[in-house]
């Protein structure tokens, strides 16, 4: 299990990417499971299994595959209809 908390702040572009697609390497080798924080919606879409999406200031959970995270209305209403394609 690897706990990461924003591992790519602050990184580049072609920095990020490349650490991403090493954890997403090593997950796939060793059946390693990721637990990752980040505000980085793209990346959710191309890595992520599984998002648990917490909105504090409306109390609510959602967890599901990204697509239904995406498309749900607590994140739909926190961060726009854009679906984390930016």
Known sequence: LAVLDEPTAAMDEVAEQETLELIHRLRQEYGL?????????????????????????????????????FDHPAFRARYGGDNGSR
């Open 33 to 69: 499971a990721v637990l990752m924080v980040t505000h980085h919606l793209p990346v959710l879409r191309r890595f992520a299994d599984k998002l648990i999406f917490l909105d504090r200031e409306a109390q609510q959970v959602v967890s599901g595959a990204p697509a239904e995270v």
